[in-house]
């Protein structure tokens, strides 16, 4: 099994800023004016991690349903 192959099979738990914004299917810029601030982050050395989990619970918080949150 390659390298390669091995990474791709390995489920992230945490992303960079860029994959974290398109996770979310947000622009960077929209992603640092209006998410960055109220989802976790873990530094690790210069690089800022945000976990899955995090973004998931920012997510399933700002869910709308009919124009209403659902949490």
């Known amino acids: 099994m390659s390298v390669h192959r091995l990474r791709q099979s390995v489920p ?4 960079n800023k860029q ?4 996770a979310l299917g947000v622009s960077v ?12 982050s873990v530094m690790a050395g210069s690089l800022r991690l945000y976990p ?5 619970l920012w ?5 709308l349903l009919h124009g209403r949150r659902v949490a």
Do not use: N, S, W
């Open 19 to 22: 994959e974290a914004a398109e």
């Open 29 to 40: 810029d929209h992603f640092e004016r209006h998410i960055r601030a109220h989802v976790p």
């Open 59 to 63: 997510l399933d918080e700002h869910a």
């Open 12 to 15: 992230r738990l945490a992303l």
């Open 52 to 56: 899955v989990v995090g973004l998931q």
